[in-house]
T-cell receptor
Framework: GAVVSQHPSWVICKSGTSVKIECRSLDFQATTMFWYRQFPKQSLMLMATSNEGSKATYEQGVEKDKFLINHASLTLSTLTVTSAHPEDSSFYIC??????????????FGPGTRLTVL | DQQVKQNSPSLSVQEGRISILNCDYTNSMFDYFLWYKKYPAEGPTFLISISSIKDKNEDGRFTVFLNKSAKHLSLHIVPSQPGDSAVYFCAARRNSGNTPLVFGKGTRLSVIA
């Protein structure tokens, strides 16, 4: 199956700093990547949809100036949490959509990044 | 507005018995449904899916049933094994365009040996 990696897998940072999370599709090209956030015992909440070469589309309530998304290539998208605060502490998961012939299982998830802001 | 609902936050089943996880949806435009399994601190892994043109899809121990009129789907696992213990997410989307998956809140399945 297709592999999506995320780096780092966990990060601890001080309040006010910025953190960049990378999402890579390792063996396929992804025209679209999605960023989700999961709070403890909650569902995966979609934050934004990122298309290669264009601006990301953010879900309602997600601050685009705080969560900067860049999708510069067909295999890499980055999420930067700017001026992080403790309430940004969460589990961030990216997902990449296969851009080849249509198949039903076409959205693959990364392993997630645990962000803790002190 | 929760478009995909999993009303049971947890379920305990004895090993060897059937596990039934339920999911309801409200958006009649959804035509493709998936189940994902998730362990703590890991990303979801795809389990099984079903298109709205079907009412059943089976893969080994896993079967998904879809009742479009009731906007309800269920995942059956039989026989249940301890390794099946995880959180199961139901997800849905429109199978056209570039629409993202919408997830339910998940059901934590515990299979007791």
């Amino acid at each position: 199956g297709a592999v999506v990696s995320q780096h780092p897998s966990w990060v601890i940072c001080k309040s006010g700093t910025s953190v960049k999370i990378e999402c890579r599709s390792l063996d396929f090209q992804a025209t679209t990547m999605f960023w989700y956030r999961q709070f403890p015992k909650q569902s995966l909440m979609l934050m934004a949809t990122s298309n290669e070469g264009s601006k990301a589309t953010y879900e309602q309530g997600v601050e685009k100036d705080k969560f900067l998304i860049n999708h510069a290539s067909l295999t890499l998208s980055t999420l930067t949490v700017t001026s992080a605060h403790p309430e940004d502490s969460s589990f961030y998961i990216c997902s990449a959509r296969y851009s080849g012939p249509r198949s039903y299982n076409e959205q693959f998830f990364g392993p997630g990044t645990r962000l803790t802001v002190l | 507005d929760q478009q995909v609902k999993q009303n049971s936050p947890s379920l305990s089943v004895q090993e060897g018995r059937i596990s039934i996880l339920n999911c309801d949806y409200t958006n009649s435009m959804f035509d493709y449904f998936l189940w994902y399994k998730k362990y703590p601190a890991e990303g979801p892994t795809f389990l099984i899916s079903i298109s709205s043109i079907k009412d059943k899809n089976e893969d080994g121990r896993f079967t998904v049933f879809l009742n479009k009129s009731a906007k309800h789907l269920s995942l059956h696992i039989v026989p249940s094994q301890p390794g099946d213990s995880a959180v199961y997410f139901c997800a849905a989307r429109r199978n056209s365009g570039n629409t993202p998956l919408v997830f339910g809140k998940g059901t934590r399945l515990s299979v007791i040996a």
